[in-house]
C-alpha cells in the first residue's frame, strides 16, 4: 500500500508514538497470521524517526560489543 508504513515491530511502534510523537492511524491484527501491526502514514518525518531508531540500535549494539 502506498503512502503508509506498516509496522509489525512493537518497540518500533512505541518509539515512533511516544518518543517522536508521531500519531499511528490504526492498530490492527494482520488476519492470514494473527500479527499485530500499527499502520502510520508515510511522511518525511516517518522517515527521519526509522532512520533515528535504526541509528540508535546500533549504538546500542555496539556499546554491548
Not at 54 to 63: D, H, L, S, T
Amino acid at each position: 500500500m502506498k503512502g503508509y508504513f506498516f509496522c509489525y515491530n512493537g518497540s518500533v511502534a512505541s518509539y515512533l508514538k511516544h518518543i517522536k510523537g508521531i500519531p499511528f492511524i490504526t492498530e490492527a491484527v494482520q488476519p492470514k497470521n494473527g500479527s499485530r501491526f500499527w499502520l502510520f502514514e508515510q511522511s518525511e518525518e516517518l522517515s527521519q524517526a526509522l532512520n533515528d531508531y535504526k541509528q540508535m540500535r546500533e549504538r546500542e549494539k555496539q556499546a554491548q560489543a
